[in-house]
């Protein structure tokens, strides 16, 4: 996995250790990951990250409650 080339936001700044990062498997699946942990890697379908990405734009996730 550290073979890939990880991407991070451009709304990260700096050398900030809490980023998300992205890349694509040769294949094209997409893996993120979180900076400061770049050891736990998750895969999903390119169709379930739009998704993600598109709710994520909208606000959904902006009242998670924990």
Request: glycine share 6%; proline share 8%; with cysteine.
């Amino acid at each position: 996995m550290s073979s890939f080339a990880w991407r991070k936001s451009s709304f990260s700044t700096g050398d900030a250790p809490n980023c998300v990062e992205l890349a694509a498997d040769p294949t094209g699946t997409p893996h993120l990951r979180e900076s400061d942990d770049p050891e736990v890697v998750i895969a999903t379908t390119p169709a379930a990250l739009r998704a993600f990405l598109r709710a994520a734009k909208a606000g959904e996730f902006d009242r998670i409650e924990g």
